[in-house]
């Protein structure tokens, strides 16, 4: 055989090699479990689909309905706010953007064996908002169960609660066992309203958790809701003995899940962007500081300026720390003298330290006060040696790096009596 040959016919095993590889193995769709008729009578509907069959329940809301102490349609204006303050950041919806609020329910908290039992998808239609939640009707239906979910389409911006940690992996996860037959799960833009939440809420609320947001910042308070715990027993037990009566207590949980994410969304955005506080001083010197980590830092010093403003003095240590970092960082050297000087007074740990060291270095080389930055130095040092947040080694070294400077500063003021 010639060279050539040889040529062809190793062409010819590598092309049927690689058709081979791109044939999706054929899809054996499920039995329906015997206790679907049941659910149905309980309020789902069954959805068949070539992968199988899934439960469904949909729910729609006119755009006035309220939930807590928000209107639904206020997302809309939530969405116009942040079209108007040309401002990027994390939560920015604009006009157009399709959104969807999302949230699962599953039978454990992690691992190969944990499903997705509940998926549900609230959006808005050009009438109303409408939720679709889909209940798995059994582990072997779960193909059908993903694909009706329609996540796998593109183009829609994903709202959670917690969801980047736990939701979207968890769904990720359970794509993966059905690659060969399922259209690609896309990956989204995603908002994760609970680690906003807790940057929002930093030092003011001790949990975040979504029923304590609810209660404390929405003005919504559940009525014989169960805990969310007990979601994957009632599941386990709706497919053991067909009865799905206590499934719909889970379902209407979840509802207000969701609904919950979205006026949390309208409420979260009226803190970043309206110009009237109505949180406390906490809460706005947290968004502050945020606006300055996103590089917005007009917006930023506004916010600690108001704060220092309308807040009494020992709720705003914070604000005119942070807001004296920034002033220093724009050579306003009196100005961020004194809002060190008001900071101190209020704060503690860390940034007390800091605010001594920043002070001492403010009046030792721009102002050139080198008593008043010996007064500091000696003020950092004897905080140092009573701290509590070093352990010996960092003590030692703090004092090591501080000496130098009362050293320096003693041999500069002695020149100057």
């Known amino acids: ?79 116009e706010k942040w ?35 509940l998926l549900g998808l609230l959006e808005v239609d050009e009438e109303a908002f409408v939720l679709n939640q889909y209940v798995l009707a059994d582990p072997a239906n779960e193909a059908a169960f993903l694909f009706e979910s329609k996540l796998w389409q593109r183009g829609k911006t994903i709202v959670t609660y917690n969801g980047k940690s736990f939701d979207w992996p968890q769904l990720e996860m359970r794509w993966i066992f059905h690659k060969n037959y399922l259209p690609t799960l896309q990956s989204p833009r995603q908002i994760d309203l609970f680690h906003s939440s807790k940057r929002i809420w930093k030092n003011h609320l001790e949990k975040v958790k979504l029923i304590k947001v609810e209660e404390e910042k929405l003005g919504f308070k559940r009525e014989n809701d169960i805990p969310g715990f ?21 379902l209407q949980h979840n509802e207000w899940d969701i609904l919950s994410l979205l006026v949390l969304y309208i409420h979260s955005t009226n803190l970043l962007l309206d110009d009237v506080l109505r949180d406390g001083a906490t809460t706005y010197t947290n968004i502050g500081k945020w606006y300055n980590d ?70 030792e080389h721009q102002m050139k006060n080198y008593p008043e930055a010996l007064q500091y130095t000696l003020k950092g040092i004897k905080m140092i040696q009573e701290a509590d947040f070093f352990s010996d080694h960092q003590k030692k070294k ?10 320096r500063l003693e041999i500069k003021n002695g020149k100057y009596l």
């Open 1 to 79: 055989m010639s060279y050539e040959n040889k040529i062809l016919q190793l062409k010819k095993m590598v092309g049927k090699k690689k058709a081979a590889e791109s044939e999706k193995p054929s899809y054996q769709k499920p039995e329906k479990p015997a206790y679907i008729d049941e659910w149905k009578k309980a309020g789902l509907s069954i959805v068949e689909n070539d992968f199988g069959v899934v439960l469904k329940r949909q729910v729609q809301y006119p755009f006035d309905y309220k939930h807590g102490r928000y209107e639904l349609k206020e997302f809309f204006q939530a969405v």
């Open 83 to 117: 079209e108007q303050s040309k401002i990027e950041h994390p939560y920015s919806i604009y006009p157009g953007e399709k959104v969807l609020f999302f949230d699962t329910e599953t039978t454990g908290l992690k691992g190969a064996g944990t499903h997705i039992f």
């Open 230 to 250: 007990l979601a994957p027993i009632i599941y386990a037990d709706a497919v053991r003995s067909g009865n799905a009566e206590g499934l719909i207590k889970v």
């Open 294 to 363: 996103l590089k917005e830092p007009e917006q930023s010093r506004q916010l600690f300026l108001k704060v220092t403003e309308q807040f009494a003095e020992h709720e705003t240590g914070l604000a005119y720390y942070y807001l004296a970092l920034q002033q220093k960082r724009h050579k306003q050297f009196k100005e961020s003298i004194e809002s060190f000087q008001k900071a101190i007074h209020t704060i503690d740990g860390r940034k007390k330290l800091d605010s001594y060291e920043q002070l001492a270095k403010l009046y």
């Open 398 to 407: 703090q004092l090591e790096n501080w000496d130098k400077r009362l050293q």
